[in-house]
């Protein structure tokens, strides 16, 4: 049986392999859902209806754009809201929601 620690050596040092990310992209889904409580995945579904307009806001700033630049980097709110001249009060509550639903790291 595969450890914790062992998946979490994979988020250090991910397979640079395209079709390897990919498998192991889908693999964790899977762990991911078979491991989700049902209430878990009801909080999951309630909150993905805020994803489109949020991803739509990140397009509008073109947040996305300026984050793929330095795609290793841990970004701040000030920084993103700096460069998409966006309010960091309004940037930061947007961006705890996207950092809930993907689980991302690359800002803090």
């Given at each position: ?5 062992d ?13 390897d ?10 762990l ?11 909080h999951?579904l ?22 793929a630049?330095?795609?290793?980097k ?19 509550k ?6 809930r639903v993907?689980?991302?790291d690359?800002?803090?």
């Open positions: 049986m595969i450890s914790a620690s998946v979490r050596s994979l988020v250090k040092d991910p397979p640079q392999n395209e079709d990310r990919r498998a192991l992209c889908e693999a964790a889904r899977e991911y859902i078979s491991l989700e409580t049902p209430l878990r995945t009801m999951r309630f909150w993905s209806i805020e994803q489109l307009p949020l991803v739509q806001v990140g397009i509008d700033l073109q947040l996305y754009k300026h984050m630049t330095e795609p290793g841990k970004w701040t709110v000030e920084e993103l809201a700096g460069l998409v001249k966006a309010d960091q009060v309004f940037l930061c947007r961006l705890r929601v996207v950092e993907y689980s991302t690359k800002v803090y």
